[in-house]
């Protein structure tokens, strides 16, 4: 199958859905199907296609928001190269420019497109209405139309990674289309343990400052309002009051760093915070193998890829009780779901005085990531999409023997006209 995956988010773009994009274009390669990505040039308003990789990057211009980019919405060179590829499906990950684009390739070429939505945008207006309570309503309206125009009105097929994500759309948006639950895969082998240099490690743990001594709580995340970063180094406070060689290290970069780095210097708790800021995305599983438990106050994700990804370094999860995490944390069992800071401190003491349990939740997190292998997230999507092709054939097929029957009643009717 030739796929064509559109995105604006994609490497060296470090964020949530341009990992799943890319775990998605290596997974379906190696079950032998050919796949390219159409996305933003993040260096140069130039086109560039990378042959070797398929990769056709447009001229963007910055948003000014965390790094994204967006570009045009149509591109007579760039349909010109897609038009070549002969493509059997179009799988859109955006509901902007590049998101549009697509759209406007699949109705041009005929081609079917599966449609992923990745962030819950209702959680993201505040960055549009600047705080501003009167425009709260009506951005968030805009929201759930341009949601809805993207996955219902405009898509084949809609994937969703999570229950939270198909309950906006079934609920609160009526959406009436199939709705698939995909969860985004990622490649595990990645994060085991067994696969890392300890040298490296200790070499890293000691760059950054973190002793054998020391027990770490490792956080992953965009530094921005949505993600709650502020809870984890409030909440640190108490925790070091009791515990003082427990560190909170903070993996990520975004337009709170400098909040969060004097919030935690006005706690006076600076020496036990550890920023590391913006880390390449091949680089991210080193710093997972310095932590003891991985934490995430957010309530914003859709799925909650590093999660996974901690599981798959073995580590022990305390998430706050959001449905994003009710199908990868087990209370017990790999983790534990909080409902208010006091559980969440209790929860780090529990595991930070019991080295049993963290070896058993350590063990079980390992063995629970398996399941979101790259693996199955590939064969899933493939299901997605024979279920598109096959229902935009039945469709164009339903739309021809309509076209042909209206022909032959006119030519019918002109034929006893004309004998009359």
């Known amino acids: 199958m030739k796929i064509g995956i559109f995105t604006e988010s994609y490497p060296p773009l470090v964020n949530g859905v341009s990992t799943s994009c890319l775990m998605l274009k290596r997974a379906l390669e190696k079950k032998g199907h050919t796949v390219y990505v159409v996305t933003v040039n993040e260096e140069t308003l130039k086109y560039q296609y990378e042959d070797d990789d398929k990769i056709l990057r447009l001229p963007s211009l910055s948003l000014h928001c965390y790094n994204y980019r967006f570009t045009s919405v149509y591109s007579v060179r760039a349909l010109n190269i897609i038009k070549n590829w002969n493509l059997d499906i179009i799988h859109t990950n955006v509901e902007f420019t590049i998101g549009m684009f697509a759209r406007i390739v699949s109705k041009q070429l005929s081609i079917p497109l599966v449609h992923t939505y990745h962030t819950m945008w209702e959680d993201y207006t505040h960055y549009v209405t600047k705080g501003k309570k009167l425009l709260d309503k009506p951005a968030k309206e805009v929201v759930k139309y341009l949601s809805v125009f993207f996955g219902d009105k405009t898509a084949t097929e809609l994937i969703v990674p999570t229950k939270k994500i198909y309950n906006l759309f079934k609920d609160k948006y009526k959406v009436s289309k199939n709705i698939h639950i995909v969860p985004t895969g990622i490649e595990t082998e990645k994060f085991y343990k067994e696969n890392f240099d300890k040298y490296k490690i200790n070499k890293l743990r000691n760059k950054i400052g973190i ?110 009780n959001d449905e994003s995490f009710i199908n990868s944390v087990i209370n017990d069992l790999n983790g534990y779901l909080y409902n208010c800071d006091e559980e969440y401190i209790n929860y780090i003491f529990k595991i930070y005085n019991d080295k049993k349990l963290e070896s058993r939740l350590s063990k079980q997190s390992r063995i629970l990531s398996d399941s979101q292998s790259s693996k199955y997230f590939a064969e899933r999507v493939l299901d997605v999409y024979n279920i598109a092709i096959k229902d935009y054939n039945e469709k164009n097929r339903k739309f021809i023997n309509k076209i042909k029957n209206t022909i032959k009643k006119r030519k019918s009717k002109n034929e006893k006209s004309s004998s009359r």
């Open 211 to 320: 002793s054998k001594k020391d027990f770490v709580i490792i956080t992953v995340n965009r530094l921005a309002k949505e993600k709650n970063v502020d809870k984890l180094i409030i909440n640190h406070k108490e925790i070091v009051k009791k515990y003082p060689n427990i560190k909170l290290l903070i993996v990520g970069d975004g337009p709170d760093m400098d909040k969060l780095i004097n919030l935690s210097k006005r706690l006076g708790i600076k020496n036990n915070v550890i920023f590391v800021g913006k880390v390449p995305l091949d680089e991210v599983k080193y710093y997972y193998q310095l932590g003891n438990v991985f934490a995430t106050a957010s309530i914003t994700e859709t799925q909650g890829l590093t999660v996974i990804e901690a599981m798959a370094s073995s580590l022990p999860v305390i998430a706050i």
